[in-house]
C-alpha cells in the first residue's frame, strides 16, 4: 500500500454570530467541498483513483483529506506555486477553475480558507474576500485536434457523443451526429480508435476544452509497431531521396552562418 499523506482545508467563518464549527457547517456546503478537494488530488482521470478519506476536526472546520503521498506532494508543489505567483494562470484550466469556486465561495460567504498539506506543512495558501484567485483572460482558439485512446460509451438520446479515454488525461466527451453512429458498420464500443476533431484550445496552457469538441472523423489505427510498413514507406521515399545530395540537404536545413 501506498504511503499516506494529508491536506487540510481549514475554514474560518461565521454562522450568523456564532464561529463556524464542524457541527454548523452545512451538508450542501461539505459536498460543494468534496467535489472540488477530488480535482484537485486527481485533476485528470478520476475513475481509477485511489481512496480519499476524510475526516473533520475542530478548530473553527478542519476538513483533513487524505490519500497517497505522490498525489498529496503534487498538490503541495501547486499550493506553492500558487503563493508565490499569486496567479492561477500558471495552472491547467481543471485545477485553476477549482481554485476560482473556493475563492468564490470566501467571497460569498466572507469564510477564510487555509489549504495546506503534511509533505509541505511550512507552506500554506490563504484564500478570502479580499483575494483575487481568478484567471486572467485566456485566449482560446478553435483548432483541429487529434486523439487516441478506447471508445468507453457511444450514443445517446439527446445528444449524440463518443467518450474517448485516452491515457494520461481521462475521459473526453465528443459531439457527433446520430446518423453518423448509426450508419457505422460495426460496434466501436472498448475499440482503440483515433478522433480527428474540432474544438477550443487555451493557447497559453495548450488545454482543450472537453465540453466544445465536435467530431470530424474516426481513424482506426493499431498501436503495434509494423515492421513491414515501414519498410513500404522507405521503398517509396527511395525515389524522389535517391537524387538529393546529403550534405547539401542538411546545409539548406541548418543555413549558412559566416564565423
Known amino acids: ?32 467541498l468534496l467535489d472540488e478537494v477530488e480535482v484537485l ?16 476536526e475542530e478548530g473553527s472546520v478542519r476538513n483533513i483529506f487524505q490519500t497517497g503521498l505522490q498525489s498529496i506532494a503534487s498538490l503541495g508543489a501547486v499550493i506553492g506555486l500558487v503563493n508565490s505567483q499569486r496567479t492561477l494562470d500558471v495552472l491547467e484550466p481543471r485545477t485553476a477553475k477549482a481554485f476560482e ?23 500554506e495558501l490563504r484564500v478570502d474576500r479580499s483575494t483575487a484567485y481568478f484567471r486572467s483572460e485566456a485566449t482560446v482558439v478553435e483548432t483541429e485536434v487529434y486523439l487516441y485512446g478506447k471508445v468507453t460509451d457511444a450514443g445517446g438520446k439527446e445528444s449524440p457523443n463518443i467518450h474517448l479515454q485516452v491515457d494520461g488525461q481521462g475521459i ?29 484550445q487555451n493557447v497559453q496552457t495548450g488545454e482543450i476544452e472537453r465540453g466544445s469538441l465536435k467530431l470530424l472523423e474516426l481513424i482506426d489505427y493499431d498501436q503495434r509497431y509494423e515492421d513491414d510498413y515501414l519498410a ?26 559566416d564565423v
Open 232 to 257: 513500404r514507406l522507405q521503398t517509396k521515399a527511395k525515389g524522389w531521396l535517391k537524387d538529393i545530395d546529403p550534405d547539401q540537404y542538411l546545409n539548406d536545413v541548418r543555413g549558412h552562418y
Open 41 to 56: 488530488l486527481f485533476p485528470n482521470d478520476r475513475r481509477d483513483r485511489p481512496v480519499i478519506s476524510y475526516r473533520v
Open 1 to 32: 500500500m501506498e504511503t499516506q499523506a494529508t491536506f487540510e482545508v481549514r475554514i474560518d467563518g461565521k454562522r450568523g454570530t456564532k464561529d463556524l464549527k464542524p457541527n454548523e457547517f452545512d451538508i450542501r456546503e461539505l459536498r460543494g
Open 101 to 123: 469556486a473556493i475563492q468564490q465561495w470566501a467571497i460569498e460567504k466572507d469564510y477564510v480558507f487555509t489549504l495546506t498539506t503534511s509533505t509541505n506543512p511550512e507552506t
Open 172 to 200: 473526453f466527451k465528443i459531439d457527433t451526429e446520430e446518423s453518423f453512429l448509426a450508419g457505422l458498420e460495426q460496434n466501436i464500443l472498448y475499440h482503440q480508435l483515433g478522433v480527428r476533431a474540432l474544438g477550443r
